[in-house]
């Protein structure tokens, strides 16, 4: 059987944040896929077919990352896909404990599905979307938070 994860966010945008819990996790799983989540209550600041050609981009010689939308509840896609595995990256003792209340309930949702947990890598250990966003919305130098086709797309000349 394969060992399918879903590596669950709004990806707004994607970081090197998340890139590195991505790459390190290809060693772990037969197939990561990034799962771009649409929430009616948010507004991204990058239209989600964009951030899906920025996953697909950045990750176009790897066959083993597969990209796509989803909306409503991350377990309901995982049964979906067959993804026995939903992945998380930790930057901090917060993001573990509202993260351990998520994968809680998932499981109480669906036991047959496990949450794995990986530590963001020191580098990137303090990135989140937000203030990447607002590094991108004053036109701050971003360069060393994106991935390198992300930071072309969006820079402001």
């Known amino acids: 059987m394969q060992r399918i994860c ?6 707004d945008p ?4 998340h890139t ?21 209550t948010k507004i991204p600041m990058f239209p989600v077919e964009q951030r899906q050609a920025w996953i697909r981009d950045i990750y ?8 796509l939308t989803y909306e409503g509840l991350t377990i309901k896609c995982c049964q979906t ?8 990256g930790i930057r901090s003792f917060t993001d573990f404990e509202y993260e351990k209340a998520i994968a809680e309930v998932n499981r109480m949702m669906d036991p047959s599905i496990e949450t794995y947990f990986l ?12 203030l ?15 991935p390198a086709a992300v930071w072309q797309s969006v820079k402001k000349p």
């Open 119 to 130: 530590n963001s890598s020191p580098n990137v250990g303090t990135l989140a979307s937000t």
């Open 132 to 146: 990447v966003r607002d590094v991108i919305r004053n036109s701050g130098d971003a360069s060393r938070l994106l």
């Open 60 to 67: 176009k010689n790897q066959p083993k990352v597969k990209a």
């Open 81 to 88: 896909i067959g993804a026995r595995y939903i992945l998380r």
């Open 6 to 11: 879903l590596f669950p966010g709004t990806f």
């Open 14 to 17: 994607i970081t090197l944040g």
């Open 20 to 40: 590195d819990i991505i790459d390190r996790a290809l060693e772990l799983f037969d197939e990561v896929v990034v799962g771009i989540g649409v929430n009616a």
